[in-house]
């Protein structure tokens, strides 16, 4: 922020491996500004979200003793239909398939599970104005291939108490190790969420 309390930009931060009651210090770099932009003289935390460590993504660049990779984008909006894509790398030394859905749970703020959300198989039930999903089918990842799912809602208010989702469980398959994401759902009072299935990604 600026010297008056202006917000001059914003940056998203991951601190990783916080232990219990551990301190980690860190540095808030500003990026690249334009010319006109008022000085930066402070720093103000808008928001922290929390996942295990053991849960988290992994960093960009490694590869869990799994050998796969799971993570999520940060998605796209357009008139009140929400698209965030989940990716699945194949990080490791051997084939790895996958068929079908992805397995989610949704979870709340303290990683308690949120009731009431229809998970729904294909995104049909949503929308139809972002195209069919592909058929659920099994998809073998070489190593250095990848996959593509998709999670699909409306952000439609009604009558009701809207739901925020911030955390998202994604087990790639049955079995699977779990990744905790953070795509912060915005669910609405539609009780609904749909996932598209696993397809490979085209490189």
């Known amino acids: 922020m600026s010297s008056d309390g202006g917000a001059v930009t914003n940056q998203t931060t991951t601190v990783r491996d916080v232990g219990p009651g551990k301190t980690v210090r860190g540095t808030v770099r500003a990026g690249e500004l334009p010319p006109a ?3 930066v003289t402070q ?22 003793a799994s050998g796969i990779r799971v993570s999520a984008d940060k998605g796209d909006a357009a008139m009140g239909l929400r ?16 068929d079908g ?7 709340d703020d303290d990683l308690d599970p949120v009731d ?3 998970i729904l198989d294909g995104s049909g039930d949503i929308t139809t104005g972002a195209g ?7 998809v073998t990842l070489k190593p250095g291939e990848s996959a593509t799912a998709g999670l699909v809602w409306r952000n439609t208010t009604e ?6 989702v911030p955390h998202v469980r994604v087990r790639a398959k049955a079995g699977a190790d779990p990744v905790t994401v953070t795509p912060h759902l ?18």
Request: proline share 13%; with cysteine; aromatic share 4%.
């Open 83 to 98: 698209v965030v894509g989940l990716h699945l790398d194949n990080c490791g030394k051997r084939d790895y398939t996958v």
């Open 116 to 118: 009431g959300i229809e």
């Open 101 to 107: 859905y992805p397995l989610l749970e949704l979870l």
């Open 37 to 39: 932009a008022p000085r």
């Open 159 to 164: 009558a009701g108490t809207a739901v925020n």
């Open 132 to 138: 069919p999903d592909e058929p659920p089918r099994p």
């Open 43 to 64: 720093a103000k935390v808008l928001e922290v979200t929390t996942v295990p460590a053991s849960e988290a993504p992994a960093e960009p660049g490694t590869c869990p």
């Open 186 to 203: 915005d669910l609405g009072t539609t009780g609904k969420l749909g996932v598209r299935p696993w397809e490979k990604a085209e490189r």
